[in-house]
């Protein structure tokens, strides 16, 4: 079955740790996104990548990390350097955009 | 900075009846509009895109789009307790890959 994986589906995290976030799609899409979603906040993005080896910074990149080795797999780091990284993070894939972005079934972070 | 607006609602519709769900956005460059449904605690689950003026229907969802006046909607007939979640309108700029998500509106069809 195409789609977007995630994982994990609950993580825990002590202060001061980083974690890696994973996110793989079989969709062949080219682009990808983090987005953290908090109660209330909506939907804010974080980073973004439209080709391998290539993303950029979103609205609030700060205390996250990424990499695009591969057109399938997008992970996202949540360093230390994140001061509230407690919330509802969601990976998504898209074609082009134009069509719309498909989510994964997200990961909710909770740091202890 | 681009601003999708919603309503947060809740928006509480009787089983049966039409739920009228609307978006304003800012960017007049906007080309692609979205429809996002979230249930509690779930990924959000694209229903309907449109990008032409007018009405755009699949099943018991339409989508109507007016680029004058900046505004999308989603009608859901025959309104069922399986469509309470909150809907997420969403907007794309033209040659952008980034949409902008509206913060969602909460409804609720009661039996």
């Known amino acids: 079955d195409g789609g977007i994986t995630q994982s994990p589906k609950y993580l825990f995290r002590k202060e001061g740790q980083n974690v890696t976030l994973s996110c793989e799609q079989n969709l062949n899409h080219?682009?990808?996104?983090?987005y953290r979603q908090d109660p209330g906040q909506g939907l804010?993005?974080?980073?973004?990548?439209?080709?391998?080896?290539?993303?950029?910074?979103?609205?609030?990149?700060?205390?996250?990390?990424?990499?695009?080795?591969?057109?399938e797999s997008f992970p996202l780091t949540v360093t230390s350097a994140q001061k509230n990284p407690t919330a509802f993070y969601l990976c998504a894939s898209s074609s082009d955009g134009k069509t719309g972005a498909f989510f994964g079934q997200g990961t909710r972070l909770t740091v202890v | 900075q681009k601003e999708v607006e919603q309503n947060s609602?809740?928006?509480?519709?009787?089983?049966?009846?039409?739920?009228?769900?609307?978006?304003?956005?800012?960017?007049r460059g906007s080309q692609s509009?979205?429809?996002?449904?979230?249930?509690?605690?779930?990924?959000?689950?694209?229903?309907?895109?449109?990008?032409?003026?007018?009405?755009?229907?699949?099943?018991r969802f339409t989508a109507q789009?007016?680029?004058?006046?900046?505004?999308?909607?989603?009608?859901?007939?025959?309104?069922?307790?399986?469509?309470?979640?909150?809907?997420?309108?969403?907007?794309?700029?033209g040659g952008s890959y980034i949409p902008t998500f509206g913060r969602g509106t909460s409804l609720i069809v009661h039996p």
């Open chain 1, 44 to 71: 804010r993005l974080i980073y973004y990548s439209q080709i391998v080896n290539d993303f950029q910074k979103g609205d609030i990149a700060e205390g996250y990390s990424v990499s695009r080795e591969k057109k």
């Open chain 2, 9 to 27: 609602g809740p928006l509480s519709v009787p089983e049966g009846a039409i739920a009228s769900l609307n978006c304003t956005y800012s960017d």
């Open chain 2, 33 to 59: 509009f979205f429809w996002y449904r979230q249930y509690s605690g779930k990924s959000p689950e694209l229903i309907m895109f449109i990008y032409s003026n007018g009405d755009k229907e699949d099943g």
């Open chain 1, 30 to 34: 080219d682009a990808m996104y983090w």
């Open chain 2, 65 to 93: 789009l007016n680029k004058a006046s900046q505004y999308v909607s989603l009608l859901i007939r025959d309104s069922q307790p399986s469509d309470s979640a909150t809907y997420l309108c969403a907007v794309l700029e």
